[in-house]
């Protein structure tokens, strides 16, 4: 059901998300299985799904950096008051984290070897690319447990990418953003991770344009 992601660094592991309450200690025994420790973690969004774990792992973890997008800061501190100009549906999913931040991450941010993308599904969504090989870390950007399917897309079969997108509209366009990289892998917060996916975004960013063709 949820996924999190360990990327290997030079000097270690940065861990992306940290699914959902209860996975710190499998968490902790993936990365030392493969032989090394978790030095970083960086947030795609403050959905209880993705931090759950997060204070586990920080209590586990002493000196860890912790990074999130610095619109999504705010969510994952149990604000979720919004800007002047943002609108969307009433914020839920969130779990208030009590670890500190270290990092407020920007588009174009370095993180390690990540490249931080601002794509909306919550205010502060971002997604990250291995600047190495130009895999991408899509968050819920995109699903790819019903095939290919972009946030805020509505399908009766499969209603959940639209359901849980905050602004449906900017889901859809920030799937887009996303596709336009040519990323040589996609590897998403729930489903499995595919290689070569560019044909497989393209049309899953079609309809999305199709549902939601206004920004």
């Not at 996924?3 to 270690?12: A, I, K, P, Q, S």
């Not at 969130?94 to 931040?101: D, P």
């Not at 946030?151 to 366009?173: D, I, K, M, Q, R």
């Not at 336009?180 to 899953?204: C, E, F, I, N, Y």
Request: glycine share 10%; aromatic share 6%.
């Amino acid at each position: 059901m949820f996924n999190c992601f360990l990327v290997r660094e030079g000097e270690g592991f940065t861990l992306v998300d940290t699914n959902a309450p209860g996975s710190g200690g499998a968490i902790l025994r993936a990365a030392e299985s493969l032989g090394s420790k978790i030095n970083r973690i960086v947030l795609t969004h403050a959905h209880f799904d993705h931090v759950g774990s997060l204070d586990a792992l920080a209590k586990g973890l002493p000196g860890v950096e912790i990074c999130i997008g610095e619109r999504e800061a705010r969510l994952l501190q149990g604000d979720h008051s919004l800007d002047p100009g943002e609108k969307g549906k009433p914020l839920l999913g969130f779990k208030k984290a009590h670890s500190s931040v270290h990092r407020l991450l920007k588009d174009g941010d370095i993180v390690g070897s990540l490249l931080t993308v601002t794509c909306p599904h919550t205010p502060g969504h971002v997604a990250f690319v291995d600047v190495r090989d130009n895999s991408l870390i899509a968050g819920d950007s995109f699903m790819t447990q019903m095939g290919v399917i972009a946030a805020g897309v509505y399908s009766v079969f499969f209603p959940l990418p639209a359901w849980f997108s905050w602004n449906c509209e900017l889901a859809a366009w920030s799937a887009a953003k996303l596709s336009a990289l040519k990323p040589s892998l996609l590897a998403v917060g729930h489903g499995d991770t595919l290689p070569s996916p560019g044909a497989k975004m393209d049309r899953a960013v079609e309809v999305a344009l199709q549902q939601h063709p206004h920004h």
